[in-house]
């Protein structure tokens, strides 16, 4: 895992952050269900959901990702293996369960699977970037909409996906101007909202990647906040005024890179 070397304190781990984010209850309705990997835990969440997300409690990238989905009599689990996408069929949880847990020797969290919206027949998420100077406020900086490669679990852009501006993803799906306004005026205000209530709990943040995603009856979840080197240099290419932007405030609290 990547060690940071500037100053930007973060929260470790997932399980922590949903657990954080859950207490407040403003923001508890936009949290999916997040538990600790245990068979019993597994069962009981698959059994009630009908599909969930394996991931690791620390890291990036989409590896190491598994999609555990009930179907019939038996289970479909998929992951993410490097930037393969593997297959496998399952008649228990408790042999679903002993794949994922002889391939991840690390921690891990189930987390509920959302029924993402798509654009071009394909998943997206969108990341908010929130930065502040030392001793200032949180701000927000820009979006990156991440839409996966094709009938893959996850939308990272290292494992095939591609970068949009919310702009573009506003035009892909047919979305009026005011629409896709209303959109970015809602993903700030919630953006700044969980910025300010996980900070509550760690001096010395200065920068979140935070994850939303639209499921496909358009309401707004939190899939993930990476507070430990939140990447955007992907940006660069699709918002240089943001790219340049998010530069500028790294650097002030000691970030060279992107």
Known sequence: MYKKKYTSRNIRGKLKVSKLLTANPKLKSMIPRTESFHLNNLRSLVEHFGKVYIKPNTGSQGIGIFKLTKKGHGLTLKEIANRKQLVH????VKEAYQRIKSKSPSKLIIQKAINLDKVNGR????RAMVQR???GSWTFNGFLVKVGAKGKIVTNYYQGGVIYSLQKLGRKQGLSASRTAKRKRELTSKALKIANSLSKYRTGMHEMGIDFAYDKKQRLWV?????NHPQFHPLKKIDSKAYARMKRFARSYGRKDD
Do not use: A, C, M, W
């Not at 069929?89 to 228990?92: A, C, G, I």
């Not at 998943?123 to 969108?126: A, E, F, K, L, T």
């Not at 899939?223 to 507070?227: A, F, H, K, R, Y």
């Open 89 to 92: 069929h399952y008649r228990t």
């Open 133 to 135: 100077k030392p001793g």
């Open 223 to 227: 899939l993930e906040v990476n507070t």
């Open 123 to 126: 998943s997206y998420d969108i």
